[in-house]
């Protein structure tokens, strides 16, 4: 059974980093997709950045770009997000998330996908808190 579990979330000031780490476990395949999103109070869950564990294509959200960092570490089933310049419309609960280990290029076009609705494999998830 696939679970993945969330670590390193917490709270910083503005422009400060952190680092979130999602392990997982029980994946068979070498290839899927996996991704971090956030939810906000009062808002929808939505995609900050995806990556193909394959083949390590990431993609980002607008509003991370040149901030967010996803990276794998293959030795110890470890996704990370490393997040710097943080603000404050950053506060949400981060979950990692991963697919069935579809085919990416017949079923997504080549680009691991940002839609949750996509990602089946779900952690718990982590708080980060940025306050002003």
């Known amino acids: 059974q696939v679970q993945l579990v969330e670590s390193g979330g917490g709270s910083v000031q503005a422009g400060g980093s952190l680092r979130l780490s999602c392990v997982v476990s029980g994946y068979t395949y070498n290839n899927y997709c996996l991704g971090w999103f956030r939810q906000a109070p009062g808002k929808e869950r939505e995609g900050v950045a995806v990556?193909?564990?394959?083949?390590?294509?990431?993609t980002y959200v607008d509003s991370v770009k040149g901030r967010f960092t996803i990276s794998q570490d293959n030795a110890k089933n470890t996704v990370y997000l490393q997040m710097d310049n943080l603000k404050p419309e950053d506060t949400a609960v981060y979950y990692c998330?991963?697919?069935?280990?579809?085919?990416?290029?017949?079923?997504?076009?080549?680009?691991?996908?940002?839609?949750?609705?996509?990602?089946?494999?779900w952690g718990q998830g982590t708080q980060v808190t940025v306050s002003s």
């Open positions: 998330a991963a697919d069935y280990g579809m085919d990416i290029t017949l079923f997504y076009g080549g680009t691991c996908p940002m839609d949750l609705a996509q990602y089946n494999y």
């Open positions: 990556i193909d564990v394959g083949g390590g294509s990431t």
